[in-house]
């Protein structure tokens, strides 16, 4: 065992309600705490992983809670079970929890109106917005997709919630599942309506203290104060266009950084291994101190969106279904409930099976698929069949992420290919000038030829949204560089910005805590490119017959009309 790990082995049986004594399990022996050990310590040396969190829960025991590795390349601290962890879209089932225990005490009914209780709230048609109800909003069933580029831009969630009638629906109302960070930003807006609230404050009165998790927060600052908590970490060449988890790319640790009072609880929790073992011990029920009632629970475990084709991070195989916060199907001849979570520089992944009082969760301090990975080997080694524990889900993985480059690298490749060797069609202060649209604001061209510093230093980076300024956000000079390597970006590759003295266009909109500024940078004709960290978005002016500048469409944010 690594030392200061916790490891406690169930010594008795579960709950009578939880089938899970191990003389009636009909799986093999699980594994030893040393065949774990050496199982993580082989895993984290493939994945390039700084450090590790695991806990395992197992007979509706905490069968281990542990840390390994180092909580911040280049520094002695050492990852152990209270070290603090952001899990991303794990965070979801505890929003989903909120609303549920808002149901309990009789202040929000499942099938209640969104508009009963937020009378302002619009979504792109009249139909869906008077039809869509409280269940809707945790079930990814509303279609409004993910609307992360609007995360550097709001100023908080009322003010992300009320620019979504400017977007198109991904998909019609219930007619299928589509995974959204959207809804559950508003199941965050919904339980500070109605409990009077902030989403943290409730959350923390209503479940985590009744479960003894002392120390899980969706906030930041106390999180970073914290003695025991780990840094994220990124791939350092900036720009890089490839799969966050690639190995064999240099590393540095980056600023923690979301927009907490617009994105939690769609992610943001941070927590422990010791802790989030108090949270799956209440899911499959052997919590002494339950916060909510086990009907709630079995309702939130309850397939409600079929899924046909499942995530990697979802801990089931074949066709699956979103419950609420959790999706949920067969692995092997189990039902297993989970979810995974990104933020930028941590992944994590939780699944359960409450019917053998089991759940494991892992998160890792740098973009990773090794949660996943942990997550369908331990399901396979404790309840999965003789089929599930022989999969190398190493290897399984390692070709997912390889797949995904290469197709990331040929389109990459086809983009330079067909690009023309021609220069503008105007000269550069034609397009400068303001544009508007509903979705992102105002957008303003400007001509300058003073220096641009990179855009929020070592922000946005590995296709991340949330533009926050970080807690202990490191200075410029520290930001890395370098484009070199995977044909990615055509501008300066020092990081630095372009010098002054070069006459450039610059894009600008109204940020959250400063000015949005990325330089622009030319691809050919009246295409233009900028970079949010690593997010390449593409810039198209539109001209009339007469060459007039007259709209801007841009990547993720559509169609801007020139106003000036």
Same mark, same amino acid.
């Given at each position: 065992?690594?030392?200061?790990?916790?490891?406690?082995?169930?010594?008795?049986?579960?709950?009578?309600?939880?089938?899970?004594?191990r003389?009636?399990?009909?799986?093999?022996?699980?594994?030893?705490?040393?065949?774990?050990?050496?199982?993580?310590?082989?895993?984290?040396?493939?994945?390039?992983?700084?450090?590790?969190?695991?806990?395992?829960?197992?007979?509706?025991?905490?069968?281990?809670?542990?840390?390994?590795?180092?909580?911040?390349?280049?520094?002695?601290?050492?990852?152990?079970?209270?070290?603090?962890?952001?899990?991303?879209?794990?965070?979801?089932?505890?929003?989903?929890?909120?609303?549920?225990?808002l149901?309990?005490?009789?202040?929000?009914?499942?099938?209640d109106?969104?508009?009963?209780?937020i009378?302002?709230?619009?979504?792109?048609?009249?139909?869906? #917005?008077?039809?869509?109800?409280?269940?809707?909003?945790?079930?990814?069933? &509303? $279609? +409004?997709?993910? !609307?992360? =580029? *609007?995360?550097?831009?709001v100023?908080?969630?009322?003010?992300?919630?009320?620019?979504?009638?400017?977007?198109?629906?991904?998909?019609?109302?219930?007619?299928?599942?589509?995974?959204?960070?959207?809804?559950?930003?508003?199941?965050?807006?919904?339980?500070?309506?109605v409990s009077?609230t902030?989403?943290?404050?409730y959350?923390?009165?209503?479940?985590?203290?009744?479960?003894?998790?002392?120390?899980?927060?969706?906030?930041m600052?106390?999180?970073?104060?914290?003695?025991?908590?780990?840094?994220?970490?990124?791939?350092?060449?900036?720009?890089?266009?490839?799969?966050?988890?690639?190995?064999?790319?240099?590393?540095?640790?980056?600023?923690?950084?979301?927009?907490?009072?617009?994105?939690?609880?769609?992610?943001?929790?941070? #927590?422990?291994?010791?802790?989030?073992?108090?949270?799956?011990?209440?899911? &499959? $029920? +052997?919590?002494? !101190?339950? =916060? *909510?009632?086990?009907?709630?629970?079995e309702?939130?475990?309850?397939?409600?969106?079929?899924?046909?084709?499942p995530?990697?991070?979802?801990?089931?195989?074949?066709?699956?279904?979103?419950?609420?916060?959790?999706?949920?199907?067969?692995?092997?001849?189990?039902?297993?409930?989970?979810?995974?979570?990104?933020?930028?520089?941590?992944?994590?992944?939780?699944?359960?099976?409450?019917e053998?009082?089991?759940?494991?969760?892992?998160?890792?301090?740098?973009?990773?698929?090794?949660?996943?990975?942990?997550?369908?080997?331990?399901?396979?080694r404790?309840?999965?069949?003789?089929?599930?524990?022989?999969?190398d889900?190493?290897?399984?993985?390692?070709?997912?992420?390889?797949?995904?480059?290469?197709?990331?690298?040929?389109?990459?490749?086809?983009?330079?290919?067909?690009?023309?060797?021609?220069?503008?069609? &105007?000269?550069?202060?034609?397009?400068?000038?303001?544009?508007?649209?509903?979705?992102?604001?105002?957008?303003?061209?400007?001509?300058?030829?003073?220096?641009?510093?990179?855009?929020?230093?070592?922000?946005?980076?590995?296709g991340?949204?949330?533009?926050?300024?970080?807690?202990?956000?490191?200075?410029?000079?520290?930001?890395?560089?370098?484009?070199?390597?995977?044909?990615?970006?055509?501008?300066?590759?020092?990081?630095?910005?372009?010098?002054?003295?070069?006459?450039?266009?610059?894009?600008?909109?109204?940020?959250?805590?400063r000015?949005?500024?990325?330089?622009?940078?030319?691809?050919?004709?009246?295409?233009f490119?900028?970079?949010?960290?690593?997010?390449?978005?593409?810039v198209?002016?539109?001209?009339?017959?007469?060459?007039?500048v007259?709209?801007?469409?841009?990547?993720?944010?559509?169609?801007?009309?020139?106003?000036?």
């Open positions: 065992m690594i030392p200061g790990a916790t490891a406690l082995l169930a010594v008795a049986a579960a709950d009578a309600q939880i089938p899970t004594a003389a009636q399990s009909p799986h093999p022996s699980p594994p030893s705490l040393e065949e774990i050990d050496a199982w993580v310590e082989d895993a984290m040396a493939r994945w390039e992983v700084p450090g590790l969190g695991v806990a395992i829960v197992y007979g509706g025991e905490s069968y281990l809670s542990t840390g390994y590795g180092v909580r911040e390349l280049g520094q002695p601290e050492r990852v152990d079970g209270g070290t603090l962890f952001s899990i991303g879209s794990c965070s979801k089932a505890f929003g989903a929890a909120t609303l549920a225990s149901v309990e005490e009789g202040k929000l009914r499942w099938d109106r969104i508009t009963d209780h009378p302002w709230f619009r979504l792109h048609d009249p139909w869906t #917005t008077r039809e869509i109800r409280v269940r809707d909003i945790v079930t990814h069933r &509303v $279609g +409004t997709g993910s !609307n992360q =580029p *609007l995360r550097p831009l100023t908080d969630r009322r003010d992300y919630l009320m620019r979504l009638p400017h977007t198109e629906p991904d998909h019609a109302f219930r007619d299928r599942y589509g995974y959204t960070n959207d809804m559950f930003v508003l199941t965050g807006h919904l339980v500070e309506t009077g902030d989403w943290d404050s959350a923390r009165e209503r479940l985590w203290t009744p479960l003894g998790m002392t120390t899980t927060t969706a906030r600052g106390p999180a970073n104060a914290s003695p025991n908590h780990a840094e994220p970490h990124a791939i350092i060449q900036r720009r890089f266009i490839g799969n966050a988890a690639t190995t064999g790319m240099p590393l540095e640790p980056v600023p923690w950084q979301y927009a907490e009072n617009v994105t939690v609880p769609s992610g943001g929790v941070i #927590t422990s291994a010791d802790e989030i073992t108090e949270w799956m011990r209440f899911h &499959v $029920g +052997t919590h002494p !101190n339950p =916060p *909510l009632s086990r009907s709630s629970v309702l939130m475990h309850r397939p409600h969106t079929v899924i046909a084709n995530s990697s991070w979802m801990p089931f195989e074949g066709s699956g279904a979103y419950a609420m916060g959790w999706s949920t199907g067969r692995f092997g001849d189990v039902t297993a409930v989970g979810h995974g979570g990104n933020a930028l520089g941590f992944n994590c992944s939780i699944a359960l099976v409450p053998e009082g089991f759940g494991v969760w892992a998160t890792t301090n740098r973009n990773s698929e090794l949660p996943w990975v942990l997550t369908k080997w331990a399901l396979a404790f309840v999965g069949t003789e089929e599930l524990r022989s999969r889900w190493h290897a399984e993985f390692e070709r997912s992420v390889a797949e995904g480059n290469r197709r990331t690298f040929e389109a990459d490749e086809a983009r330079r290919a067909a690009r023309l060797d021609q220069g503008p069609s &105007v000269p550069l202060e034609a397009y400068a000038g303001t544009y508007h649209n509903g979705y992102a604001g105002e957008l303003r061209i400007r001509l300058t030829d003073e220096s641009v510093p990179p855009l929020m230093p070592a922000e946005g980076r590995l991340r949204w949330d533009g926050t300024p970080g807690v202990h956000e490191r200075p410029a000079a520290s930001a890395s560089a370098g484009t070199e390597g995977n044909g990615a970006g055509t501008g300066p590759a020092n990081g630095t910005g372009e010098a002054a003295g070069e006459v450039r266009l610059v894009a600008e909109f109204d940020g959250r805590e000015p949005v500024r990325m330089p622009l940078e030319h691809w050919h004709v009246d295409r490119d900028m970079w949010f960290g690593d997010v390449r978005i593409g198209s002016f539109v001209l009339d017959a007469t060459a007039r007259t709209g801007v469409e841009m990547d993720y944010y559509g169609r801007f009309d020139r106003v000036r």
